[in-house]
């Protein structure tokens, strides 16, 4: 089970941190991810980690400017962002899948919260 938190309201430029708890799904067998879904445009990948190590995967789109990181005393992930942007608007969820790739797909994912909507204002 997955529960994601910490989205909401914030001006260009600011900034936010999502989290992600969850329960039976870490270990280093497990990657956990973060995608995001816009109004009328698919779900779309965000970044993705290992649990507790340093492996980590981006997008583009999001590369400098967002940190994913996992606490596994908390069994949570994170995804710290910064410069946030008015196209950056949109449902945010996490998602876990078994293995070791982290795939940009997000049918890879086979468990899903239940997001956490992030709105950025001009």
């Known amino acids: 089970q997955l529960q994601a938190s910490g989205g909401g309201l914030v001006q260009v430029g600011g900034s936010l941190r999502l989290s992600c708890a969850t329960s039976?799904?870490?270990?280093?067998?497990?990657?956990m991810g973060w995608f995001r879904q816009a109004p009328g445009a698919e779900r779309e990948f965000i970044s993705a980690?290992?649990?507790?190590?340093?492996?980590?995967r981006y997008a583009d789109s999001v590369k400098g400017r967002f940190t994913i990181s996992s606490d596994n005393a908390k069994n949570t992930i994170y995804l710290q962002m910064n410069s946030l942007k008015a196209e950056d608007t949109a449902i945010y969820y996490c998602?876990?899948?078994?293995?070791?790739?982290?795939?940009?797909?997000?049918?890879?994912?086979?468990?899903w919260g239940q997001g956490t909507q992030v709105t950025v204002s001009s």
């Open positions: 039976g799904r870490t270990g280093s067998d497990y990657v």
């Open positions: 998602a876990a899948r078994r293995g070791r790739i982290h795939y940009i797909d997000s049918r890879k994912y086979d468990s």
């Open positions: 980690i290992t649990w507790g190590s340093d492996s980590t």
